[in-house]
Structure formats: structure tokens, C-alpha cells
């Protein structure tokens, strides 16, 4: 019953801040400068073969077509009624292609190349870090500082070395892209043989700086908790050190899994100038683009996505840590 009250508050808490994210993310691009029906236009009229009675024309059907010519309140009631029916609209800047079709091709490469990166770095991290707390003396020392350098370093700033380095200026890897020019992504041997060549810059330049995070986080929780009074009474007590290393590897967790959930819930845009760097054609890209051309359906479909992987993220989080966590489940027993 306790464990049902705490789940039931956390969810009423973490509805209303779905609420106030869906709110948020149909106004915040209508505040952006500029009109996406003029970009259209214009980009119509370049040739010069469209008269200015015709360019009206056009703008007044695109501006019917999308409902930029309703009040915003509806709008916004007919934004929310195509969410709930699963239906992102129609893209402005690459219209007529429907947005579930644009997200729906980018999303498999950001996935693809960003949650690989986030368990590798987490589990190599992790593992480097709690060897640093407990070797200690020269060992911890320089991975402390390695992971400390590597964990202030954007991920950009790492792409773009490893990118002249690697591509420019010895020719190991491709300078960019996903695939060879004149390849059309397939289920192939050859496809996937020729895309992995890509990969493996991007992919870098996101697990290394993600690894000194993590080490940098788990060896501070680890020296934590070696310090704690409840390893010092199980040494008093006699107790193993490899049962007391479990107590002390299981409560320094604890943050790291919240990282890995909230690293998850954010990795749809995560890597957003990793994959511009790259010219990786993701989500990150895709939502750069549409920035550029204020086209609000893309850009309302991917900023949602993110917001409700990471309010999924944060939320499963408070769940496992109501079960797992003591001092969590002291508190509800402790509350009337």
C-alpha cells in the first residue's frame, strides 16, 4: 500500500509535467522569427515563373492547409487531438512527406549510433571508476584526471579532432555521412559492411567522452561510500571484503543507473552536433534542419519524442529507486 501511494504521487507529479511539456512544445516554435509558408513560397518563385498573384494563391492554400490561418487555441486543440491519434502532421519544409515518416527514418541511425556509445561507455566507466576508488595511490590519480579532461570535453570539440585527425589527415575513415554515395540503405552484407566504416568516428567521439563522465562519477560515489560507517562496523564485524565490496558497489550504482536512464531518454537528441559534425543523417540532424526552415511539425514531433523519453526515463527511475532503495522505502514506512 505505501509502494502504491508513492507510485500514485509520482505520477499525478510527472502527468502535469507532461501537461506543461506538450504546452510548451507547441508554443516555443511559434516564437521562433518567421513564417514557414514564406519560406515555401519563396523557394516556389525562385525560377522566376510564378507571378505574384500565383504566389499569393499558394500561400493562402499552404496557409489553409497546415491551419496557420485558426486562432492559435485551436490549433493547438487539433495539435493535441493528431498527438493522441499517433499523427505527427505533415512536414512544412519537406512537404508533402508526413513527419512519422521523416522521424521514423532518422530515428533508426541515432539509436543505432547513440545507444551502443551510452551502454559501452556506462559499463567500461563504471568498472574504471570503482578499480580507480579501490586500487587508489598513481592508478587512481591519472584515471582521475584522464576521465576528469575527457568528461569536460565536448562532444563536438572530440568529433572534430578525430575527424581531421582521422579522415583528413591520415585517411583511415570516410570525412562524412552515413553510406557511399549511390548505396541505398538495405539489410545487406555489403550495405552494412560499407555503413560500418562511417560508424565508427561518430560512435567514438560519444563513448569516449561518455566513459570519463561515468568513471569520473563512480569512483567519487565509490570513495564515498568506502568512507561510509556501515563499512567500517561490517569490517568491525568481520565480515569478507568481497561482501563488503557488493555493499559498497551496490549503493555507488545507485546515481550511475540514473544516468544510464536519463543518458537513454535523451539520446534521440543527444548527439545533436556529433551528427551535424559527421553529416550523419539522425534525428539531430533532422531536427537542425528544421529549425533552419521553421518547420514547426518536425520540430514539435522530435522535441516531444525527447520529452517523453526523458519524463519515461526519470519516471521508471523513482519506481526502481521506491523498491531498491532503503532509504526510500524507510521513508515511505516512515510517513502516516
Not at 22 to 31: A, E, G, K
Not at 153 to 182: D, H, K, R, T
Not at 229 to 241: C, K, L, P
Not at 266 to 271: D, E, I, Q, S
Request: proline share 4%; net charge neutral.
Amino acid at each position: 500500500m505505501k509502494l502504491g501511494r508513492y507510485i500514485a504521487r509520482k505520477s499525478i507529479w510527472y502527468l502535469v509535467a507532461l501537461v506543461a511539456a506538450v504546452s510548451l512544445n507547441f508554443l516555443l516554435p511559434r516564437l521562433v522569427p518567421g513564417n514557414p509558408v514564406d519560406v515555401i513560397v519563396s523557394n516556389l518563385s525562385r525560377g522566376g515563373s510564378v507571378t505574384s498573384e500565383q504566389q499569393q494563391k499558394v500561400y493562402e492554400s499552404y496557409v489553409a492547409e497546415f491551419g496557420l490561418d485558426q486562432p492559435l487555441w485551436q490549433q493547438f486543440f487539433t495539435y493535441l487531438g493528431k498527438v493522441f491519434t499517433g499523427d505527427l502532421g505533415t512536414s512544412f519544409a519537406y512537404y508533402p512527406a508526413s513527419v512519422n515518416e521523416l522521424v521514423g527514418q532518422a530515428l533508426p541511425w541515432s539509436i543505432a549510433i547513440q545507444l551502443p556509445a551510452i551502454l559501452v561507455g556506462w559499463i567500461l566507466g563504471n568498472i574504471i571508476g570503482a578499480i580507480a576508488a579501490f586500487r587508489g595511490g598513481n592508478w587512481d590519480r591519472s584515471v582521475f584526471t584522464t576521465s576528469l579532461f575527457l568528461s569536460a570535453m565536448p562532444y563536438y570539440c572530440l568529433s572534430i579532432i578525430l575527424l581531421y585527425v582521422f579522415a583528413v589527415a591520415v585517411g583511415f575513415f570516410p570525412v562524412g555521412g552515413a553510406y557511399s554515395l549511390g548505396l541505398t540503405p538495405e539489410l545487406s552484407i555489403s550495405f552494412l559492411w560499407d555503413a560500418l566504416s562511417y560508424y565508427w568516428l561518430p560512435f567514438l567521439s560519444l563513448v569516449i567522452v561518455f566513459i570519463g563522465g561515468q568513471a569520473v562519477g563512480m569512483r567519487s560515489m565509490a570513495i564515498y561510500e568506502l568512507g561510509g560507517d556501515y563499512v567500517n562496523y561490517a569490517r568491525a564485524m568481520g565480515i569478507r571484503d568481497n561482501k563488503i565490496t557488493q555493499y559498497i558497489f551496490r549503493n555507488a550504482m545507485l546515481p550511475q543507473i540514473t544516468g544510464l536512464a536519463l543518458a537513454i531518454g535523451t539520446l534521440v537528441g543527444g548527439a545533436l552536433i556529433t551528427e551535424l559534425v559527421f553529416s550523419y543523417p539522425g534525428v539531430g540532424t533532422l531536427l537542425f534542419n528544421a529549425i533552419a526552415a521553421n518547420d514547426y511539425p518536425v520540430i514539435q514531433a522530435i522535441t516531444l519524442i525527447i520529452t517523453v523519453a526523458v519524463l519515461v526515463a526519470n519516471f521508471a527511475v523513482e519506481i526502481v529507486y521506491g523498491i531498491v532503495d532503503p532509504r526510500i522505502r524507510a521513508a515511505q514506512s516512515g510517513e502516516k
